[in-house]
């Protein structure tokens, strides 16, 4: 049994703080935004020692996930500016397909890490 995982970095899981789905009612596109409050992928960044995937993944029992962000915002703070408060990773998911996959993902990664759901 594979222990869900979300990674930048080939074997490095980040630990998701938070995600937010929504979906836009006249085009029907699914944007995901995830928030983590820190990045263990911010270390391999500045050592390049280990492999990047150039995207994102999610892995789980029934495989690999892979999607291209298509934003990453880094918020800091600190007395002088320089440490990670959060970091925002926004992708969009159009195929109904892919949205139901994600969901099953996100649904096993709630429950292994004790993530709960709450809609607005």
């Known amino acids: 049994m594979t222990t869900p995982s979300i990674e930048f970095f080939v074997g490095l899981a980040e630990n998701l703080d938070n995600v937010s789905l929504r979906r ?5 596109v699914r944007t995901v935004l995830m928030t983590f409050k820190t990045l263990k992928a911010i270390e391999k960044f500045k050592s390049f020692t280990q492999r990047t995937y ?10 690999v996930i892979s999607v291209e962000p298509s934003s990453m915002k880094f918020f800091f703070a600190g007395d002088e500016g320089d440490e990670i408060r959060r970091v ?14 994600f969901m099953r993902f996100m649904n ?13």
Do not use: P, S, V
């Not at 150039?54 to 495989?63: A, M, Q």
């Open 24 to 28: 836009q009612k006249d085009t029907g």
């Open 108 to 120: 096993r990664y709630a429950k292994a890490n004790g993530m709960g759901y709450q809609d607005k």
């Open 54 to 63: 150039g995207d994102l993944r999610f892995i789980d029992d029934e495989g």
């Open 88 to 101: 925002e990773c926004r992708f969009e998911l159009i195929k109904d397909e892919h949205w139901e996959r």
